[in-house]
């Protein structure tokens, strides 16, 4: 049995258009994976559905779709319509905090994909030596 066939992993190219990192996938864990990470799949897939989106403004269809919720928007916004204002007894401030996040993955993989030590999977994290550059 070939233990040096299991440990190959194999070298890709994050396709989202604003990143481009080259990222290591093992054999089990590959997928036919086309993003370095969740954030990248998630931004990627969020660009193809505003295009999608925005094609479909362009036709008659997506014209009158976009008539049709105007229509409803302002029937539902006639229905609710406030005579005047109530006071403000609390005062607050224009920031908002920011969330905070436990651990930037992404920044992470990416240190850890430029390090000129031995790669490891993207997914899994097992290390090997052997990088597959032809599939």
Request: net charge positive; proline share 4%; charged share 30%.
């Amino acid at each position: 049995m070939r233990q040096i066939a299991e440990d190959v992993l194999r070298q890709r190219l994050c396709r989202w258009t604003c990143c481009g990192a080259i990222f290591f996938i093992c054999r089990r864990c590959d997928r036919g994976q086309c993003y370095c990470s969740d954030e990248c799949r998630y931004k990627a897939r969020r660009e193809q559905r505003r295009a999608a989106n925005h094609r479909h403004r362009k036709t008659l269809e997506g014209r009158l779709d976009q008539r049709d919720r105007q229509r409803a928007y302002r029937k539902r916004g006639s229905a609710l319509s406030v005579m005047d204002q109530g006071s403000n007894d609390e005062h607050f401030s224009g920031i908002i905090p920011s969330p905070v996040i436990n651990a930037d993955i992404h920044a992470y993989m990416r240190r850890k994909i430029s390090d000129p030590g031995t790669p490891c999977c993207c997914i899994c994290g097992r290390s090997s030596q052997f990088v597959d550059p032809f599939h």
